[in-house]
């Protein structure tokens, strides 16, 4: 039997959030898929243990690495303790998929990346570690060095549906750990509650497709999948059953459906109410007369919602063409159903000007107005590989040649490059985009130099 060792390395450098009570939901569902096909597995959560305990526990036939921008530096070590010892290194997550080959081109301790879905690319590895006749090019969605080329296999995507249940009792995965977390951050204030958790239940994105979509998002799913009601129903009852859980964020970006919410309530009508309040996501087009209220009834107790900017020209430029006006009225239904908001802005878009800020510290003050804030999210520009501005970025030719080749980034540098190119706020503008990002901090009464969801 295989055994399997799936790691989650946390985000590093200046003015990143470390509240560490997200479980990592993808690695969750990887070790499940997993375990359900008989194989051993062990998450080793970077939110829990430190790099060097990691490195120490490393002993899995297989070690796989979650891999994002801003951890590529752990990652990169831990790649390379395994690969000491002769373990097979895989590199996937939503992240790695844009730079599979700049991974493999870039870093011989990794032995293949897995793109997209990593479930049955991951079990197929395990059975060929466990001596089964399985080459690599017959393994779906993998990334593979074949000589001195890397080879891309077919690329599949799963129905979430057939998928096994989320175990978070997985060797490793402690949940207890995350909500001592969460409370010794002091974020029971902001969310009320004591004992939170994460879950997602669909992926996919209907506005996000080829050629259109926010300009800022990297998501590699193509398509909208979905478990079913029933089986989302399910797992939100699982966690306040077995682990107590109070609250509950479902970071589905699709969430909000009003056939989606009739067919929850209809299961709390038969089976009994969730017990948790939930936190959304959610899309303002989406935000109803009708399904406000459903929200309400389900209950959601806040919905994080996409604002990016309060000027109209930059939310076109943006790949998000929205008025004002919409997004007020949708404030103004949550708020007259209850229901608070998490406004969430990106500070440095294309075509950012002085104005544009100013116009966009304003709107939020109108959202607030109609609307009880939980949370405010402040967030710098990332251009991410696999987003519409990274692609940007790439047409010039200095920034291929910066770039285009790598998949470990100086990520402050990379963000410098993007507004001094892509943002009219003249030679110092990324230091005023932090400049600004401090005071609209102080403002909504959150800390400087956190990096909030």
Same mark, same amino acid.
């Given at each position: 039997?295989?055994?399997?060792?799936?790691?989650?390395?946390?985000?590093?450098?200046?003015?990143?959030?470390?509240?560490?009570?997200?479980?990592?939901?993808?690695?969750?569902?990887?070790?499940?898929?997993?375990?359900?096909?008989?194989?051993?597995?062990?998450?080793?959560?970077?939110?829990?243990?430190?790099?060097?305990?990691?490195?120490?526990?490393?002993?899995?036939?297989?070690?796989?690495?979650?891999?994002?921008?801003?951890?590529?530096?752990?990652?990169?070590?831990?790649?390379?303790?395994?690969?000491?010892?002769?373990?097979?290194?895989?590199?996937?997550?939503?992240?790695?998929?844009?730079?599979?080959?700049?991974?493999?081109?870039?870093?011989?301790?990794?032995?293949?990346?897995?793109?997209?879905?990593?479930?049955?690319?991951?079990?197929?590895?395990?059975?060929?570690?466990?001596?089964?006749?399985?080459?690599?090019?017959?393994?779906?969605?993998?990334?593979?060095?074949?000589?001195?080329?890397?080879?891309?296999?077919?690329?599949?995507?799963?129905?979430?549906?057939?998928?096994?249940?989320?175990?978070?009792?997985?060797?490793?995965?402690?949940?207890?750990?995350?909500?001592?977390?969460?409370?010794?951050?002091?974020?029971?204030?902001?969310?009320?509650?004591?004992?939170?958790?994460?879950?997602?239940?669909?992926?996919?994105?209907?506005?996000?497709?080829?050629?259109?979509?926010?300009?800022?998002?990297?998501?590699?799913?193509?398509?909208?999948?979905?478990?079913?009601?029933?089986?989302?129903?399910?797992?939100?009852?699982?966690?306040?059953?077995?682990?107590?859980?109070?609250?509950?964020?479902?970071?589905?970006?699709?969430?909000?459906?009003?056939?989606?919410?009739?067919?929850?309530?209809?299961?709390?009508?038969?089976?009994? #109410?969730?017990?948790? =309040?939930?936190? +959304?996501?959610?899309?303002? &087009?989406?935000?109803?007369?009708?399904?406000?209220? !459903? *929200?309400?009834?389900?209950?959601?107790?806040?919905?994080?919602?996409?604002?990016?900017?309060?000027?109209?020209?930059?939310?076109?430029?943006?790949?998000?063409?929205?008025?004002?006006?919409?997004?007020?009225?949708?404030?103004?239904?949550?708020?007259?159903?209850?229901?608070?908001?998490?406004?969430?802005?990106?500070?440095?878009?294309?075509?950012?000007?002085?104005?544009?800020?100013?116009?966009?510290?304003?709107?939020?003050?109108?959202?607030?107005?109609?609307?009880?804030?939980?949370?405010?999210?402040?967030?710098?520009?990332?251009?991410?590989?696999?987003?519409?501005?990274?692609?940007?970025?790439?047409?010039?030719?200095?920034?291929?040649?910066?770039?285009?080749?790598?998949?470990?980034?100086?990520? #402050?540098?990379?963000? =410098?490059?993007? +507004?001094?190119?892509?943002? &009219?706020?003249?030679?110092?503008?990324?230091?005023? !985009? *932090?400049?600004?990002?401090?005071?609209?901090?102080?403002?909504?009464?959150?800390?400087?130099?956190?990096?909030?969801?």
């Amino acid at each position: 039997m295989a055994r399997v060792q799936l790691v989650s390395v946390v985000a590093e450098g200046p003015g990143l959030q470390r509240d560490r009570w997200y479980a990592p939901l993808g690695l969750v569902w990887v070790g499940s898929y997993l375990r359900a096909h008989g194989h051993s597995v062990e998450i080793l959560d970077g939110q829990i243990l430190c790099d060097d305990e990691i490195v120490s526990r490393l002993d899995g036939d297989i070690v796989g690495i979650g891999y994002f921008i801003n951890s590529t530096h752990i990652a990169d070590r831990v790649a390379a303790a395994a690969k000491a010892q002769g373990r097979t290194v895989v590199y996937g997550g939503q992240s790695a998929t844009p730079v599979a080959q700049q991974i493999l081109r870039n870093n011989t301790n990794v032995d293949c990346v897995i793109r997209f879905d990593g479930e049955r690319a991951m079990e197929l590895l395990a059975r060929r570690a466990e001596g089964e006749a399985i080459s690599l090019e017959a393994i779906p969605n993998l990334a593979y060095r074949d000589g001195d080329l890397i080879r891309l296999t077919e690329c599949e995507e799963l129905d979430l549906s057939t998928l096994p249940f989320p175990d978070r009792r997985l060797p490793g995965l402690d949940l207890e750990a995350h909500i001592r977390n969460f409370l010794e951050r002091g974020s029971e204030e902001k969310f009320g509650c004591l004992r939170p958790t994460n879950a997602y239940t669909r992926k996919g994105c209907p506005r996000r497709g080829p050629g259109y979509g926010c300009s800022f998002c990297a998501r590699i799913d193509m398509s909208v999948r979905s478990k079913t009601a029933k089986q989302a129903y399910d797992e939100y009852r699982y966690l306040v059953d077995e682990f107590s859980v109070d609250y509950i964020c479902d970071d589905s970006d699709t969430w909000i459906r009003k056939e989606w919410l009739q067919d929850i309530l209809d299961l709390m009508e038969r089976h009994g #109410e969730i017990g948790a =309040r939930f936190r +959304v996501y959610g899309d303002v &087009r989406d935000i109803t007369e009708h399904t406000a209220p !459903l *929200l309400r009834e389900v209950g959601v107790d806040a919905v994080l919602v996409g604002m990016e900017s309060g000027d109209e020209g930059t939310l076109r430029i943006n790949g998000k063409p929205m008025r004002n006006e919409r997004m007020l009225k949708a404030a103004d239904l949550l708020g007259k159903n209850g229901v608070k908001i998490c406004d969430a802005y990106v500070l440095g878009l294309m075509g950012e000007t002085e104005e544009t800020l100013l116009q966009t510290r304003a709107f939020a003050e109108k959202v607030h107005s109609l609307c009880e804030a939980q949370i405010t999210y402040w967030n710098l520009i990332l251009p991410l590989p696999g987003s519409p501005i990274w692609d940007q970025m790439m047409l010039r030719e200095p920034f291929a040649a910066k770039y285009g080749d790598a998949y470990r980034f100086e990520v #402050e540098e990379l963000r =410098r490059d993007y +507004v001094d190119a892509f943002c &009219r706020l003249g030679p110092n503008g990324y230091d005023r !985009l *932090l400049q600004i990002r401090e005071e609209l901090f102080v403002r909504d009464c959150v800390a400087a130099g956190e990096y909030l969801r």
